[in-house]
Antibody
Framework: EVQLVESGGGLVQPGGSLRLSCAAS????????MNWVRQAPGEVLEWISY????????KYADSVKGRFTISRDNAKNSLFLQMNSLRVEDTAVYYC??????????????????WGQGTLVTVSS | DIQMTQSPSTLSASVGDRVTITCRAS??????LAWYQQKPGKAPKFLIH???TLESGVPLRFSGSGSGTEFTLTISSLQPDDFATYYC?????????FGQGTKVEIK
């Protein structure tokens, strides 16, 4: 059974840092790209970061670029999100999400087929 | 960035009703569209990829269609477990973007 378990959320002051983790099990972690998606209270889903299965390909949403860093440790089946210079507007539930998909001549196309339960990050003074 | 617009924002329906949710993309995304279901306090659940391919285990009353810029999610006969918020997401290009969601409420 595929399981994704996030941890590391909590209350942090504006300008502070936090590191989220996502422990994966039930599948070959090193074969799948991964993502972080967040959802502010009562708001819609926002994709914020992607990392390829080897870790060599990384993408960010403009809203977090330069402040957040995604990484992974395939030996430990873990995904991470280092969040620096946190702002009040970063308050959200953060989900890790596994990708499935395929590549064509036109590119690679991936959807998020499994999600963790989420971890709440609250940025407030 | 590609903008995704869902309609309606809220839909009131009864058990047994046929329900259709529309998702429009600001530019063509071919068929690179997914649908997710989310219940309060829970993570999204993946339903459909490539606009119309049902994930294994998802009830057959769910179906998706469309290509280009206009897509639909249809629930052929609404069941009590289906009352939730539904999101579309394009994966044609980064940043991947979601619609604002459609809440399906009990009438």
């Amino acid at each position: 059974e595929v399981q994704l378990v996030e941890s590391g959320g909590g209350l942090v002051q504006p300008g502070g840092s936090l590191r989220l983790s996502c422990a994966a099990s039930g599948f070959t972690f090193s074969s799948h790209s991964m993502n972080w998606v967040r959802q502010a209270p009562g708001e819609v889903l926002e994709w914020i970061s992607y990392i390829g299965h080897t870790g060599s390909e990384i993408k960010y949403a403009d809203s977090v670029k330069g402040r957040f860093t995604i990484s992974r440790d395939n030996a430990k089946n873990s995904l991470f999100l280092q969040m620096n210079s946190l702002r009040v507007e970063d308050t959200a539930v953060y989900y890790c999400a596994r990708d499935s998909g395929y590549c064509t001549r036109g590119g690679c196309y991936r959807w998020h087929d499994y999600w963790g339960q989420g971890t709440l990050v609250t940025v407030s003074s | 960035d590609i903008q995704m617009t869902q309609s309606p924002s809220t839909l009131s329906a009864s058990v047994g009703d046929r329900v259709t949710i529309t998702c429009r993309a600001s530019q063509s995304i071919s068929s690179w569209l997914a649908w997710y279901q989310q219940k309060p306090g829970k993570a999204p659940k993946f339903l459909i990829h490539d606009a119309s391919t049902l994930e294994s285990g998802v009830p057959l009353r769910f179906s998706g269609s469309g290509s280009g810029t206009e897509f639909t999610l249809t629930i052929s006969s609404l069941q009590p477990d289906d009352f939730a918020t539904y999101y579309c997401q394009q994966y044609n290009s980064y940043p991947y973007t979601f619609g604002q969601g459609t809440k399906v409420e009990i009438k």
